[in-house]
Antibody, heavy 122, light 107 residues
Framework: EVQLVESGGGLVQPGGSLKLSCLVS????????MTWVRQAPGREPEWVAN????????YYVDSVKGRFNISRDNAVNSLSLQMNNLRVEDTALYYC???????????????WGQGTQVTVSS | EVVLTQSPGTLSLSPGERATLSCRAS??????IAWYHQKPGRAPSLLIY???NRASGVPARFSGSGSGADFTLTIDSLEPEDFGVYYC?????????FGQGTKVERK
């Protein structure tokens, strides 16, 4: 069974930092692009960042560029999101997600974690 | 950034009825459109990728169509588990984006 379990969320003041982690099981982690998606209450999901299967490529939405860093450790099936200089507008439920596709392409997200809540407030 | 506009905002239907959901992009997405379903308190789940391809395990009552910048998700004969919010999503231009959602509620 595919499982993605996030941790590391919490309450932080503006300007602070948090590191989210995602431990996965039930599939070959190194065969998949991975993604962080966030969703504020009552809003649509927002794509945050993608990382290639081997970590060689990373993509970020403009609003987090220079503040967030996505990384992975294929040896221990772990995905991370280091978030620095957090802003109130970063408040959301953060999902770890598995990318799916054929022939090396990334088509869509086919598995999601349960999410970890990040709240940025003074 | 590609903006996806979904309509209607809310669809009130009864089980057994057909649902037709629209997704319009601010520019062509070259067929790289997916659809997800989200129930309250749950993560979204993939229904359709690249316009009309059903994801593994998705029932045949779900179908996607469209081209260019206009896309449609059709649900034939709604089942009780189909109520919730539906999002379209594009992967043609970074950043990949979601539409604002269409809520399918029980009439």
């Amino acid at each position: 069974e595919v499982q993605l379990v996030e941790s590391g969320g919490g309450l932080v003041q503006p300007g602070g930092s948090l590191k989210l982690s995602c431990l996965v099981s039930g599939f070959t982690f190194s065969n998949h692009w991975m993604t962080w998606v966030r969703q504020a209450p009552g809003r649509e999901p927002e794509w945050v960042a993608n990382i290639h299967k081997d970590g060689s490529e990373k993509y970020y939405v403009d609003s987090v560029k220079g503040r967030f860093n996505i990384s992975r450790d294929n040896a221990v099936n772990s995905l991370s999101l280091q978030m620095n200089n957090l802003r109130v507008e970063d408040t959301a439920l953060y999902y770890c997600a598995r990318g799916w596709g054929l022939n090396g392409n990334y088509y869509a997200i086919d598995s999601w974690g349960q999410g970890t809540q990040v709240t940025v407030s003074s | 950034e590609v903006v996806l506009t979904q309509s209607p905002g809310t669809l009130s239907l009864s089980p057994g009825e057909r649902a037709t959901l629209s997704c319009r992009a601010s520019q062509s997405t070259y067929g790289y459109i997916a659809w997800y379903h989200q129930k309250p308190g749950r993560a979204p789940s993939l229904l359709i990728y690249d316009v009309y391809n059903r994801a593994s395990g998705v029932p045949a009552r779900f179908s996607g169509s469209g081209s260019g910048a206009d896309f449609t998700l059709t649900i034939d004969s709604l089942e009780p588990e189909d109520f919730g919010v539906y999002y379209c999503q594009q992967r043609s231009h970074w950043p990949w984006t979601f539409g604002q959602g269409t809520k399918v509620e029980r009439k």
